[in-house]
C-alpha cells in the first residue's frame, strides 16, 4: 500500500512538472512572438519617419511659408496650403466639435442605456469606422454638386463628419466615468441637471474632453480622400472658403506624383510639416491624459 502511494503522488508530481514546463514553454514562446511582432512594426514605423524627417529637413527653408504653391517645373513655398489647412480644421472643430460635445452629453446624461440612445452610439461607431473617402463623396454630393463647385466650406463639413464621432465617443465615455456621488450631491443642493452638467460635469471632464477633441484634430489633419471631393485645391492664395482651396495633405497627393524634382521637394517639406503637428498634437493628448490621472 505504501509504496502504491508513493508510486501514484511520484507520478502526480511528474504530470504537474510537466504541465508546468508546458506553460513555461507555451508562455516564452508567446512573449517572443509578441515582442517579435513588436520589434517589426516599430521598424517600419522608425524606417517611415526616419525618411520623412531627413527628405522633410533637407526641404526645408524660409520659402516654404512666405511664398505660394508653384506652377510645374518653378520654385516656390505652401503658405496658401498651410492656411487653408489651417481653415478648414477650424472652421470643422467649430462645426463638428459643439454638435460632439451635446451628442455625447445626451448619451451619458439623458439616454443612458435608452433604446434610442444605444441606436445613437452603434451609428456613431458606424460613423467612426467609416472609410473617410466615402464621407467626402457624400459631401460631395450633399454640398458640392448643389453649388457646382468645390469650396472649402464643403472640405470643413468632410473634416467635422469625421471629427464629430471621435468627439461623441470621448464626450460620453468621459462623463459617464464622472462619479455619481457629483451629480447626487449638486442635484440634492436643488441645481437643476442643466446647471449641474454645465458647472459640475463639464469641468470634471474638461481635461478627458480636450484629449478627444485633440485626437480628432490629429485624425483629420492628414485626410485627403475627402478633400480631393470637396475643397480640391488651389494654386493661388484665397481666403473665401467659399472657393477651393489650398491644403497640405492634397499638396502632398498631386506634387508626390508628379515628375517635377521641385514639387517632390515641396511634398516631402509639407509631409514633415504634417508629421511634427500630428506628433505634436498627440504628446500633447498623451500629456493631458497623465496629468488627469495623476
Excluded: C
Aim: glycine share 8%; aromatic share 10%.
Amino acid at each position: 500500500m505504501a509504496i502504491s502511494s508513493l508510486r501514484a503522488g511520484s507520478s502526480l508530481r511528474a504530470r504537474s512538472s510537466l504541465r508546468a514546463r508546458r506553460r513555461s514553454a507555451t508562455s516564452i514562446t508567446a512573449l517572443a512572438l509578441a515582442t517579435a511582432a513588436t520589434i517589426f512594426g516599430l521598424f517600419w514605423l522608425a524606417w517611415i519617419l526616419a525618411t520623412t524627417f531627413v527628405n522633410g529637413f533637407a526641404a526645408l527653408s524660409p520659402k516654404l511659408f512666405t511664398e505660394m504653391t508653384p506652377a510645374p517645373g518653378n520654385q516656390g513655398g505652401l503658405l496658401n496650403a498651410i492656411y487653408g489647412s489651417a481653415a478648414m480644421m477650424l472652421a470643422a472643430v467649430g462645426l463638428g466639435a459643439p454638435i460632439g460635445i451635446m451628442a455625447g452629453t445626451y448619451l451619458a446624461e439623458y439616454g443612458k442605456l435608452r433604446p434610442f440612445a444605444e441606436l445613437v452610439r452603434f451609428i456613431n461607431d458606424i460613423l467612426l469606422s467609416a472609410p473617410s473617402i466615402v464621407i467626402g463623396l457624400f459631401v460631395y454630393v450633399l454640398i458640392v454638386q448643389p453649388t457646382g463647385h468645390f469650396s472649402g466650406w464643403a472640405g470643413a463639413v468632410a473634416l467635422a463628419f469625421i471629427l464629430l464621432p471621435v468627439v461623441v465617443r470621448t464626450t460620453d465615455e468621459t462623463m459617464r466615468l464622472i462619479p455619481i456621488s457629483l451629480r447626487e450631491a449638486a442635484l440634492a443642493l436643488g441645481a437643476p441637471q442643466w446647471r449641474m452638467i454645465t458647472q459640475i460635469l463639464y469641468p470634471a471632464a474638461r481635461t478627458g474632453m480636450l484629449t478627444g477633441l485633440l485626437l480628432g484634430v490629429a485624425r483629420i489633419s492628414g485626410e485627403t480622400a475627402p478633400l480631393l471631393f470637396t475643397a480640391l485645391n488651389n494654386q493661388y492664395w484665397t481666403s473665401n472658403l467659399g472657393e477651393p482651396m489650398a491644403n497640405i495633405p492634397v499638396v502632398i497627393f498631386q506634387y508626390a506624383l508628379s515628375p517635377y524634382d521641385s514639387w517632390h521637394t515641396l511634398a516631402w517639406a509639407a509631409a514633415l510639416l504634417m508629421t511634427i503637428f500630428v506628433l505634436v498634437v498627440s504628446v500633447g493628448a498623451r500629456f493631458l491624459i497623465r496629468s488627469r490621472t495623476n
